[in-house]
């Protein structure tokens, strides 16, 4: 199957999700936004492991995303002091995120195809899905290419098709019918790429 095909409906769904969430998040006014973020950001328990002093710029952008705690956790301890707090600037932590976590599932992935397996599917899942993060390693350099020339129709389509590998690899434990060892890596990849896809579609003015 030509996946390419399906790049065009993933942009299409990601710019209606992320036009609904920030629909939500813009009524009525910005300080209701912050707020609103705030107590999402009590409830949970990960709360606790955040810096309590955390930049209302980055509060207010990672508030405005579908995954605020992921945003919060990825970005925070690899902000550069004296940046800026833009869009643009998380961003660009985000990819480096999405990048590093990518080069985690690859190790984790290799570590699981050694193991003497129980199921003889097990390696040939792990070894799509070592292609699929190959990918999306590979495509880092376009990603940040795609940024500094303004390019956002380049840049959604390479977050989609990250987004589709990781998808991809899940989806080839679930035909296999095996518990997938790497659920929670692929699930926060999902997270922190359907962040960087709002934060490039509705916060960036390229
Ligand atoms: C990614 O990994 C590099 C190298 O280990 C590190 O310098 C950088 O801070 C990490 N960035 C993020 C956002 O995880």
Known sequence: MDMKHLIPIFVIFFFFMS???ASVALAPSSSD?????????????????????VDPKLQKICGETDYPIE?????????????AIIPVSILKVEIDAIHNKTKEAIDKAYEFSMNPSTSRLLPLCLKTCINNYNAIVESKQR??????????NELSMELSHNMEHVFACEDEFKEAKIKSPIAELNSLLVKIITNSLTICVD????
Do not use: H, R, Y
Not at 74 to 81: A, R, S, W, Y
Not at 143 to 152: E, K, N, P, Q, R
Not at 203 to 206: L, N, Q, V
């Open 19 to 21: 036009t609904t969430s």
């Open 33 to 53: 936004t912050q707020s609103f973020s705030f107590s999402k950001l009590e409830g949970d328990q990960t709360f606790s492991i955040l810096p309590t002093d």
């Open 71 to 83: 945003c919060l956790t990825t970005t925070v301890p690899f902000l550069d002091e004296n940046g």
């Open 143 to 152: 990603i940040v290419d795609a940024i500094s020339i303004g390019d956002a």
């Open 203 to 206: 916060m960036i003015k390229f």
